[in-house]
């Protein structure tokens, strides 16, 4: 149990266009979910927090307007890259916490995304 | 501020050898610790954690962890490392619903 799945699993695309990877939780309601950046060698770095049917908080120096997130169901949540950038090239994680969860639950990871911008 | 140190970026050990990775962590109040694993293409998974009680805490595959106050201290072992533990480590600490992770420590195992 607690699958969350990520789609694609990989993308290529050119620069100026937009790319969406969506993020699903398989068999369980994920009131909350988490997207995630992670530099090759490096950590994971929070982006955002979107809750089911609200707007998505975004961590400092993340831009809102680039990195477009909708969590417009208990199981699905979508990133839109717009207009991206080669420097947008990187490995996109999100997680998912099942509703009720508390603090000390974990969080369910997707495996992640990998996008490259030409 | 909340933060995660994973001092050694990768480690090598023998297959069949002990383990043990460092996470130091910084937090105001009483943390809830994470240590996760990810390997290729697969979402990082949970291998044990700490809120409170026993201070050393078993998890999945065979790991602990021990949790000391005192050094700010969340490190994970393994007594014998077999080949597919070979991955990426992370320590985590929970921040409220948030994780923030360390940088990561590489796993290699030698045959």
């Known amino acids: 149990g607690a699958v969350v799945s990520q789609h694609p699993s990989w993308v290529i695309c050119k620069s100026g266009t937009s790319v969406k990877i969506e993020c699903r939780s398989l068999?369980?309601?994920?009131?909350?979910m988490f997207w995630y950046r992670q530099f090759p060698k490096q950590s994971l770095m929070l982006m955002a927090t979107?809750?089911?049917?609200?707007?998505?908080?975004?961590e400092q120096g993340v831009e809102k307007d680039k990195f477009l997130i909708n969590h417009a169901s208990l199981t699905l949540s979508t990133l839109t890259v717009t207009s991206a950038h080669p420097e947008d090239s990187s490995f996109y994680i999100c997680?998912?916490?099942?509703?009720?969860?508390?603090?000390?639950?974990?969080?369910?990871f997707g495996p992640g995304t990998r996008l490259t911008v030409l | 501020a909340q933060s995660v140190t994973q001092p050694d970026i990768h480690i090598t050990v023998s297959e069949g050898a002990s383990l043990e990775l460092r996470c130091n962590y910084s937090?105001?109040?009483?943390?809830?610790l994470f240590w996760y694993v990810q390997s290729p293409g697969q979402g990082l998974q949970l291998l044990l954690k700490?809120?409170?009680?026993?201070?050393l805490v078993q998890g999945i595959k065979g790991f602990e962890a021990e949790f000391k106050r005192s050094q700010s201290s969340f490190n994970l072992r393994k007594p014998s490392v077999h080949w597919s533990d070979a991955a990426e480590y992370f320590c985590?600490?929970?921040?409220?619903?948030?994780?923030?992770f360390g940088s990561g420590t590489r796993l290699l195992v030698r045959p």
């Open positions: 997680s998912a916490r099942p509703a009720r969860s508390t603090p000390t639950d974990t969080q369910y």
């Open positions: 068999d369980f309601q994920a009131t909350t």
């Open positions: 979107s809750n089911e049917g609200s707007k998505a908080t975004y």
């Open positions: 937090y105001g109040a009483t943390p809830y």
């Open positions: 700490y809120f409170s009680g026993d201070t």
């Open positions: 985590a600490v929970g921040s409220s619903y948030k994780l923030i």
